[in-house]
């Protein structure tokens, strides 16, 4: 009938900015009984399908950053093979510190992994500067309105935008601004190469400086 069967809504309130929006879209589960959805408070939570009822246990929900208003979640949530995708990006104006990154959740098992952009080396969503330096805000944000692709064997891509790259020559800090990524599925915790492989533009330190995002498209 067209007919609203339910919403759910949350506030951030007060909102030190004008920016606890998203314009992430929300992915339904394999089943067909759940529906995951972004919300402005950092979270992904999982709701029945028929009444709205939010469903947690089993990792859920699941805390994308610790800092929603400036680390902000703006891609679709994307889902294959059983697992969910999210990533993180900056707020509108680029005003704080922030690091792009993927969450992986299994929904089997509420197993959650991590790869980020900027200090790639490091499994686990950072919390602030003292965890990984980002250099004057450009903190390669995960945003375009694809998001994680799958690559159909075993891979994802994934294409971050403005942001220091040196993975080329500092391998120990691994640093991948305006770079397109191909990583391994789920993001296994304990591989150590996640990372099968990249592609980086020439003019990457232009890019940075006049905020031409390689991951404005997938």
């Known amino acids: 009938t067209g007919a609203t069967v339910w919403q759910s809504t949350v506030v951030?309130?007060?909102?030190?900015?004008?920016?606890?929006?998203?314009?992430s879209t929300p992915a339904l589960d394999p089943s067909g009984k759940y529906v995951y959805c972004w919300r402005v408070d950092g979270t992904v939570r999982k709701y029945h399908v028929g009444s709205g009822e939010e469903v947690t246990g089993n990792g859920f929900p699941v805390v994308m950053t610790t800092d929603p208003v400036y680390e902000q979640g703006s891609a679709p949530i994307n889902i294959f093979d059983n697992k969910l995708y999210m990533t993180t990006s900056g707020d509108n104006h680029d005003d704080s510190w922030y690091v792009g990154h993927i969450v992986c959740v299994d929904?089997?098992?509420?197993?959650t992994t991590v790869w980020n952009a900027l200090c790639a080396d490091?499994?686990?969503?950072?919390?602030?500067?003292?965890?990984?330096?980002?250099?004057?805000r450009n903190g390669a944000g995960?945003?375009?309105?694809?998001?994680?692709v799958d690559g159909g064997d075993g891979?994802?891509?994934?294409?971050?935008?403005n942001g220091l790259f040196n993975a080329n020559t500092n391998p120990e800090h691994y640093y991948y601004?305006?770079?397109?990524?191909?990583?391994?599925?789920?993001?296994?915790?304990?591989?150590?190469?996640?990372?099968?492989?990249s592609y980086t533009p020439s003019n990457y330190d232009q890019m940075k400086e006049k905020d031409w995002d390689l991951g404005s498209s997938s």
């Open 142 to 148: 995960i945003w375009s309105r694809g998001s994680v």
């Open 155 to 161: 891979t994802i891509y994934v294409a971050t935008g």
């Open 12 to 23: 951030q309130d007060p909102c030190p900015t004008d920016d606890c929006i998203t314009k």
């Open 107 to 111: 929904l089997a098992t509420g197993e």
């Open 177 to 197: 601004g305006d770079s397109v990524m191909r990583l391994r599925a789920g993001l296994p915790a304990n591989a150590t190469d996640v990372i099968l492989d």
């Open 122 to 136: 490091q499994r686990y969503i950072a919390k602030d500067e003292s965890d990984c330096p980002v250099e004057d």
